[in-house]
Nanobody, 122 residues
């Protein structure tokens, strides 16, 4: 599976953005997917994940209630709706496929996309 993230940009605090992660391959609908982010000088951190059916979702405490992960298997795309953005949400956001057993560890994800920059100004 190859992944292409898009939708990042510059937004003021309190604003919204929707990220998209488009996947190639016929088996997209069988994969659980996740979003991670990495800010300058910081380690990559888990943001959100979704099961292959979309029936289960998981969020980092820092984004719970503000971000929503969803997917459209017919379009081979996973989305991350980000509302009430804060300056601390500034990072490069990556999507990836779950290949291991943990929903929260980056080491259990693969096929990383190239990332999309999100910058939130105060």
């Amino acid at each position: 599976v190859q992944l292409q993230a898009s939708g990042g940009g510059l937004v003021q605090a309190g604003g919204s953005l929707r990220l998209s992660c488009a996947a190639s391959g016929r088996t997209f609908g069988t994969y659980a997917m996740g979003w991670f982010r990495q800010a300058p000088g910081k380690e990559r951190e888990f943001v959100a994940a979704i099961s292959w059916s979309g029936g289960s979702t998981y969020y980092a405490d820092s984004v719970k209630g503000r971000f929503t992960i969803s997917r459209d298997n017919a379009k081979n795309t996973v989305y991350l709706q980000m509302n009430s953005l804060k300056p601390e949400d500034t990072a490069v956001y990556y999507c990836a496929v779950l290949i291991g057993s943990s929903w929260y560890r980056g080491e259990d994800f693969g096929s990383w996309g190239q990332g999309t920059q999100v910058t939130v100004s105060s």
